[in-house]
């Protein structure tokens, strides 16, 4: 089995997380297995990859305040795509893949990925499609996929198309308009995996933890934390303004945080006498999750399905711009007793954050909610990997360099 997984990641470290996981599983439960993420994160040299696992970074694109796009470098954005696109045909005439998984994007970034469909499919390589449980509003999610030929590449070239969540959840494709003839062909292709299910990682030999770490803490982590900040202000006003918050808590700033604003941030915390802690970075943050007595988190889908795999009492403060897919994601959990949410426009009062933080080591955890295969994802993927390797056709191969 070899499995190349497409991860565009412009921003953030969501899609590299999820491939990852992914990537892991299989390997994992399939002897001999080989599998290449192709990603653009910036920061995919600060992960461990599992034997059988090899990463190949692609340059990197910047998404902008106004949902735009630039160079991670000094070329322009056109030099830059058709290195990627250059670097994705490259790795997968080398690999040679008998199955190919795209996350969120059916034809890639900017459309960099439709050669490799196209040549692939031509092979009788299998294609899958891979979305996360929620990726927008409709009227919001319509004119963009349209706009990027994103349903016509679904129907095209995917064999499958693999959702990491439940129906009963969200129906992520549910509000295209679709002709019913389309309709019936990508429903025929759907499948819901339940969200994935994450457990600790072999530690790096060279692991260390703050000393906050060592007693009962709250983790408060925005994900890659280029969107983050003004969860980390209100977290640290309402230490500010309570100061018997019982449990101290520790912020995971996360690696795209703006420089001055963690300047800012490191001044108060600063003064806040060993109740606040920060780091930037943690590529094993399931560890601390693991400790943590409560999570405070943004609601992105890896924390989410974090939270739900070590069972930890939440409070969510999902963005809703530019997409509203963290607040559909987690008022949806809410509504099933996941999760708490508060909601950044119903007000920021540092009051309301303390005594979220107060209660949230005695909310209920997750797993007093039963949902039936709310984390049977990696088994899911596992079981139908299985099924679509056993249907390509063997194809000489060359070595990765």
Not at 93 to 98: D, G, H, L, S, T
Not at 314 to 327: G, H, M, Y
Request: charge should be neutral.
């Amino acid at each position: 089995m070899r499995v190349l997984i497409y991860s565009h990641d412009t921003f953030g470290l969501g899609h590299l997380r999820r491939s990852r996981a992914i990537a892991h599983a299989l390997v994992a439960a399939c002897p001999g297995a080989r599998a290449v993420i192709v990603s653009g994160s910036p920061v995919v040299d600060r992960y461990a990859f599992a034997p059988g696992v090899q990463a190949v970074r692609l340059p990197p694109v910047t998404k902008l305040p106004d949902g735009s796009y630039a160079s991670g470098d000094t070329a322009t954005l056109a030099d830059t795509i058709a290195a990627r696109k250059a670097a994705l045909s490259r790795t997968a005439e080398a690999f040679r893949p008998n199955v190919v998984i795209v996350d969120k994007e059916p034809a890639g970034f900017q459309g960099e990925m439709l050669p490799v469909l196209e040549r692939e499919a031509a092979r009788g390589t299998k294609l899958v499609l891979g979305l996360r449980d929620v990726l927008d509003e409709a009227d919001r999610l319509a004119p963009e996929w349209e706009r990027k030929g994103a349903v016509e590449a679904m129907d095209r070239f995917y064999d499958e198309i693999w959702v990491y969540g439940l129906g009963r959840i969200h129906e992520p494709l549910a509000g295209l308009a679709l002709a019913p003839d389309l309709a019936r062909r990508i429903g025929d292709r759907l499948i819901y995996t339940g969200y994935l299910r994450r457990d600790l990682p072999e530690a790096r030999a060279d692991r260390s933890e703050p000393a906050m770490a060592d007693r009962p803490f709250l983790l408060v982590t925005p994900g890659g934390g280029g969107d983050g900040a003004g969860l980390i202000d209100w977290v640290i006003a309402a230490y500010e303004a309570d100061l018997a918050i019982p449990l101290p808590c520790l912020i995971a700033f996360g690696p795209f945080l703006d420089p001055a604003l963690r300047e800012g941030f490191d001044r108060r915390i600063a003064a806040l006498a060993g109740r606040v802690a920060a780091i930037t970075f943690d590529s094993e943050i399931e560890f601390l999750m693991r400790k943590a007595a409560g999570v405070v988190a943004m609601g992105g889908y890896n924390t989410f399905c974090e939270i739900l795999s070590f069972d930890r009492p939440a409070v969510l403060v999902p963005r809703t711009e530019p997409r509203r897919e963290q607040a559909i994601r987690a008022l949806a959990a809410e509504r099933l007793g996941l999760v708490r949410v508060l909601m950044e426009e119903d007000g920021c009062a540092p009051q309301l954050m303390a005594d979220a933080l107060r209660a949230l080591p005695a909310q209920p955890a997750p797993s007093r909610v039963v949902v039936p295969g709310l984390l049977d994802g990696l088994d899911a993927v596992v079981h139908r990997m299985r099924h679509l390797a056993c249907q390509t056709p063997e194809a000489p191969r060359r070595a990765m360099s």
